[in-house]
């Protein structure tokens, strides 16, 4: 089975649902993504606990949060996580992999973007700027040291297995 969870209605879901209350037995999914949601709850780790109930025993997640990125989604947007700070919130969990999914200059071409946009007052400027230059930047991120990009990345990722152990 694939479900699919948003505070929002769409064709795409299965399952209008917040994510600190998951519809969902314990021990129910294999996998977990979660991508872009942890930056707009008041309790992420309450959302961490949740998954962890919802992953089967040995059961793999995989979350990406922002972290140089400008807000989105206005008032409902609270935090933002560095690489140790995401893998604190998920330390219940044994880490597969973690680092950066979009690095330094993929950041500045992030946070340029939105600059351009708010100075000339026009959205449209900011996707051309992220148009023409995310894979120059992307190129540039690949000559960096993963030590320098987690640093300044435009987010993070975390892949881990649920803990043998019950530690939630």
């Given at each position: ?95 597969i992999k973690s680092g950066a ?68």
């Amino acid at each position: 089975d694939f479900h699919s969870i948003d505070v929002y209605h769409s064709k795409n879901i299965t399952a209008l649902a917040d994510a600190n209350y998951l519809p969902f037995i314990d021990n129910y999914f294999d996998i977990v993504v979660i991508q872009a949601v942890l930056e707009h709850v008041i309790s992420p780790e309450k959302v961490v606990s949740e998954i962890y109930r919802v992953l089967s025993k040995n059961g793999i997640v995989y979350s990406e949060t922002p972290f140089m990125q400008s807000v989105h989604e206005g008032a409902y947007d609270f935090l933002r996580f560095t690489h140790s700070g995401h893998r604190w919130l998920f330390r219940n969990f044994q880490e597969i992999k973690s680092g950066a999914h979009q690095g330094s200059f993929e950041s500045l071409v992030f946070i340029g973007s939105h600059a351009f946009s708010a100075l000339l007052r026009n959205r449209l400027v900011g996707i051309i700027f992220r148009l023409i230059f995310t894979r120059m930047a992307r190129f540039l991120d690949t000559l960096l040291t993963s030590e320098w990009n987690i640093d300044i990345a435009c987010g993070c990722f975390f892949i881990g297995k649920k803990s043998k152990k019950d530690l939630i």
